[in-house]
């Protein structure tokens, strides 16, 4: 009995497996007997008959897989969206079932040829609501979606298949009579689970497991209540039995060698239209990319970030220079279902330096604080690279760059001329934000420059690059340190200093001390520990209580440094000290007496503390930003809690240099993604002992030139 149901299928008279396009392929070439294809084809067609009218499409020879007519295309009533195949070991095959759904009265729509699409393996209509399931991400390219909702005037879903085993839709989603949905969710991403979940009800839902799924369970040919598939388990097949459908087994081994089984065998050709808005929200957006885009692996990163976001994209362009040092220069269509995940996709790789195509940009979108200290829900989280927005039909660079803010815009301030001339765009931090004022939101019309432009050619700081030294390297990086330290300090440059107590435990300060006294320090910026721990050492000889010349701990030693920080509180301040002559040498001792300014930002651990101790910590990462303002360099010494806070509020193209002896706090500290932070895993001590005697080194050397 069939229900007005047509099945069209394709015999397997030339049918083989002769290459490998799938994973169930690999291994199989040629291992497939046609005997007894023929026969599990013939059984199949036989079951089908009993429920649907089956048509038959001539196979062709030289074109194996025409067996798979699911392939020919996406029927939906008059309609047909006719497959692009992917792999050219396919292609062959569009003529032929173009010219049998021409002679069967079919409107036939060809897809641009650059797009491939998969035809029913990949789109299944949802049988209650209507709509269209699309999948993506191995054969069919998600622009091909748009088209689909189109032609078809259906809603499309698009689903991404992340399994290449399952490299089909149908190979591991199968929509039922009356809205019950059989599925393998490992198959796809958590977007595509979750918009499953939010489509198809709990109960509706039929999770098969993995072994059901290698079955091709899902690849099965559903009539009214008759579900008829390769092989079933007793579970699913109990299941699907207590849904009110009768599972029809009939083997099809010889086709899983090529990776298909009862559905890829057929294609229905009625497929009544159900009333569905035409919509698909697919995005799409042609980024440009340019800069040293091997080398630094910037492709990569950014092709990864599209289809880990859940996006696709299409090469358009590759530009790659032709010497060593050209940039070269990549075109990319980045397709994402929604706007949501585009937004999410295009946030990270404008991160990565990507700018829209001119013709696509369109202006920043600007959303009013409300509160203040709060931005608004999508604000655009600024990065260490230097930006810009569009504001109007002008770019302007934002001022302040640091990360973690959020980009305000002032539009007109006071004795501006124009409309656009007088915007200013700054990076603010939440906390700065004032209700009424506008602020970036999402990811439209901003472009970060990847190269910060201070970088100058000539400061050849690439042979460190950025990564981190091992104890093998850390003469060669000292070497280039000092030579480096040697020409900011020349030139007028800035170097900034963050420093933990460890500098003071291991023996450092003398070399700390050399370098501030030498002209090589522009400002240290630590916490109430270094301060403390130097004062101690300088006063009392010792650190923790430990005798700094014989390694000794001495007696009632663990009081010292609160004794310390009794005097220097009795004067009021460091520097009040030092005038006093209470404080006659050391690190604080050579910073006050050199006019090299310092901050000492509080934390929970401190004790006292020093009356310099900043304890407002708003206040302290302020008067660290000030300090922090036109570095060129800036040396993190063993100060995991300083350094990173230095990180944060620091945007690129300033030098880092990163000294810890643990190789995971230095990866994190020079983890920036920027080229020009180092990482030296060593002992504090010893470095700074190294690069004084570079220095010295470097001296004798100019001394001697000169
Ligand atoms: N008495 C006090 O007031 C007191 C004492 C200690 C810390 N603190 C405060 O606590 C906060 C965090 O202190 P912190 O910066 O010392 O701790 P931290 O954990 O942020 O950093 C210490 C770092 O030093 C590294 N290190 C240890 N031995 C090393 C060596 N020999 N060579 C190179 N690196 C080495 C560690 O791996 C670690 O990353 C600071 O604000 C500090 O002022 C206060």
Redesign the pocket.
Known sequence: MTDGTKILMCPPHHYDVDYVINPWMEGNIHRSSRERAEEQWNKLHHVLKNHATVELVAPQPGWPDMVFAANAGLVLGQNVVLSRFLHPERQGEEPFFQAWFEAHGFTVHTLPESLPFEGAGDALLDRAGGWLWAGYGFRSELDSHPYLAEWLDVEVLSLRLVDSRFYHLDTCFCPLTDGYLMYYPPAFDAYSNRLIELRVAEEKRIVIDEVDAINFACNAVNVGQVVVMNKASDQLRQVLADRGFVVEETPLTEFLKAGGAAKCLTLKTTEPRQVSPKTSTIQSRVIHLEGHLLDSGIVNRALDTIVTGGGSFQVLSFDLGKQRQDSSMAEVKVSAPDASVMDDIMGQLIDLGAVSLPREVTAATLETVIQDGVAPDDFYVTTIYPTEVLIGDHWFKVQGQRMDGAIAVTRNPAGSAGPESGAVARCKLLRDLKAGEEVVVGSQGIHTLRKAPSLKKTDDFSFMGAGVSSERRVELVVEQIAWDLRRIRDRGGKVIVTA???VIH?GGSEHLKTLIRDGYVHALL?????A?HDIEQSMMGTSLGMDMKRGVSVQGGHRH?LKAINTIRRYGSIANAVAAGALTSGVMYECVTNNVPFSL???I?????LPDTKMNLIEAQADYARLIEGADLILML?????SIGVGNMTPAGVKMVC????PA?VTKLSDRGSVESTGVV????LFLSLLVQQLAKLTGQYASVG
Do not use: F, K, Q, Y
């Open positions: 933990g107590p460890v291991t630590g916490g109430n520990a270094i403390v440094h930002a509080g934390s651990r401190d004790d006292g503390p063993s100060t995991m809690l300083h000294v810890d002896i643990n706090v060593t002992d504090v001590g």
